[in-house]
C-alpha cells in the first residue's frame, strides 16, 4: 500500500493566486481529514469528511477556503485567492472509522 | 466541547535519563479514543498509540509506555532511558462522538534528548 499521497510537496506562490492541494487516501479508508500545521497554532483540523460527505467544516478559517471529496479515492482543499498568512504545512490523512489516522507527507505552502 | 492540553510546550533531558509527557483531556463522552503521535524532525507525523476509554490497563511496548487514568483525564506517555532518536514533537489526540468524531490534537509537547 502507497500510503496516504498528497501533491505537490512543495507550493510556492504569490499572494492572490489560486493554490490546489491533493490527496489520495489509502484505498478502503471511509474518513479523510485535511490539517493545517503553523508553529503558532500548531495542528488545526481544517475539514473532515465520511464516506466522502463533509462531517465538520467548522474549521476552514474563511471563504477563501474550500475543500471536495468527489470519490473515495481523491480530496483537493483549494485556497482562493491565497494570502501570506495560509503559509503553513498542510497535511491529509485518512482512516478506517475511529482507528487511527495514517498522514500523507504534507504539503509545504509558502505564500509570497 | 473536546480539549487536549499539553501543557508542556518544550522538556530537554540527557541521553538515558526518564522523560514523561503530559497530556490532560476533556470530554462528556462515555466513549472516546486516545492517541499519541510522534513527528521527528523529518515532519512526518508516526502513529504510536491508540487506547479507547474502556481500557485502562497501561500498556508497555519497548522504551515506550503510556499511562492512562480516566479518574484524571489523563494519558501520559513516559520514554524509558532516551535516546537522542526519540528527539521530536509529540502530539495527544483525542476523538469522539460529541466532536463528531474528528480527531483533536493538543499543541504538542517538543523533546529535546541530548547526547
Known amino acids: 500500500d502507497a500510503g496516504v499521497i498528497q501533491s505537490p510537496r512543495h507550493e510556492v506562490t504569490e499572494m492572490g493566486q489560486e493554490v490546489t492541494l491533493r490527496c489520495k487516501p489509502i484505498?478502503?479508508?471511509?474518513?479523510l481529514f485535511w490539517y493545517r500545521q503553523t508553529m503558532m497554532r500548531g495542528l488545526e483540523l481544517l475539514i473532515y469528511f465520511n464516506n466522502n460527505v463533509p462531517i465538520d467544516d467548522s474549521g476552514m478559517p474563511e471563504d477563501r477556503f474550500s475543500a471536495k471529496m468527489p470519490n473515495a479515492s481523491f480530496s483537493t482543499l483549494k485556497i482562493q485567492p491565497s494570502e501570506p498568512r495560509d503559509s503553513a504545512v498542510y497535511f491529509c490523512?485518512?482512516?478506517?472509522?475511529?482507528?487511527?489516522?495514517?498522514f500523507g507527507s504534507g504539503t509545504q505552502l509558502s505564500v509570497l | 466541547a473536546q480539549k487536549v492540553t499539553q501543557a508542556q510546550t518544550e522538556i530537554s533531558v540527557v541521553e538515558k535519563e526518564d522523560v514523561t509527557l503530559d497530556c490532560v483531556y476533556e470530554?462528556?463522552?462515555?466513549?472516546?479514543?486516545l492517541f499519541w503521535y510522534k513527528q521527528p524532525p523529518s515532519g512526518e507525523l508516526v502513529f504510536l498509540i491508540r487506547?479507547?476509554?474502556?481500557?485502562?490497563q497501561n500498556e508497555i511496548s519497548g522504551r515506550y509506555s503510556w499511562n492512562f487514568q480516566k479518574s484524571t483525564s489523563s494519558f501520559n506517555f513516559t520514554i524509558t532511558a532516551s535516546q537522542v532518536v526519540d528527539s521530536a514533537v509529540y502530539f495527544c489526540?483525542?476523538?469522539?462522538?460529541?466532536?463528531?468524531?474528528?480527531?483533536?490534537f493538543g499543541t504538542g509537547t517538543r523533546l529535546k534528548v541530548l547526547a
Open positions: 487506547r479507547n476509554s474502556f481500557d485502562e
Open positions: 470530554t462528556r463522552d462515555t466513549t472516546y479514543y
Open positions: 484505498s478502503g479508508h471511509n474518513s
Open positions: 489526540a483525542l476523538s469522539g462522538l460529541s466532536g463528531t468524531y474528528k480527531y483533536i
Open positions: 490523512a485518512s482512516s478506517p472509522f475511529q482507528e487511527k489516522l495514517f
